[in-house]
């Protein structure tokens, strides 16, 4: 079988593999679609933290069950699947308190270990998700949008809040899905305007605001009726953003940060005490929130085709990255046909 290996940073290359074989409690995965992200886009240009190389990339998957360890009775041959690329240990202290997604040995497949740019990878069948009726494409994104259905949950957002999304790219997308589906008024910040414009015309943003140095403060306020978002989501992975947004938060709310950077976020304490704010991270995604997504998609509550900008079959992928990682590109979602 073939598979695309990242050797180093801004390296990719073709090769062929022997199938891997299953062994109890695992199931042989066809892939059929590969959804990239900025894990993967980081990961390649060599601006991952904690990265090691060489790695099999690849943790947003579609396949079809084409072959079954023994003491599986959840999954037959021929099923689709969605893949929960989150391997804990079960153990530990998060895993016992039923919060597996911040297990303290995650192994992320894609990202700690090998992951599914391949023809086949065997998965722990118990860590597949049968989800029959849903297109190729909806099945490897359905990570990416739990992500999104994690932070919101996390948050309790209510119907009527107003609700600050910073950063419209594909993890603010999902964010701003959940927010609307659970009937909180969207306001989508960012510093690019045509991202800004997809989240209103296709993200379901209510509000949109490009952000301006100094004044974006302002700006927030003047589209919350002067008190801040009872609720503001970082998806943006920039320390200077994440520190801005504390300014973003109205009294009594909460700041979810989302996406992970490698450096020190700092606030002033009277402005982060006099709001008695909250303030909570959020990563990855339970099977709860994969199956909150699932039933979205199943109820049409949720469009993912607008967020798949860029597409490729798998084996043109290797010469069609690298334009896609390049500044500019305006990738939001790219998808591997296999
Ligand atoms: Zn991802
Ligand atoms: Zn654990």
New binding site residues.
Partial sequence: MQSIICDQPNSLSQVERERPECSAGEALVRIRRIGICGTDLHAFSGRQPYFSYPRILGHELGGEIAGLGSGISNLALGDQVTVIPYL?????I??RAGK?NC???LQVIGVHCDGGMQEYIVHPADHLIKAEGLSLDELALVECMAIGAHAVRRAGVQAGEDVLVVGAGPIGYGIMQFCRIAGARVIALDIDDQRLKFSRDKGGADVIVLADGENTQQLIRDVTGGNGAAAVFDATGSPQSMTQAFEFIAHGGRYILVSIVDAHISFYDPDFHKRETTLLSSRNATREDFAWVLQCLAEKKLDLQPLITHRCSFGRFVEKFVNWATPGSGIIKGIIEV
């Fill in positions: 804990e240990c079960g153990t530990c998060a895993c597996p297990c303290t040995a």
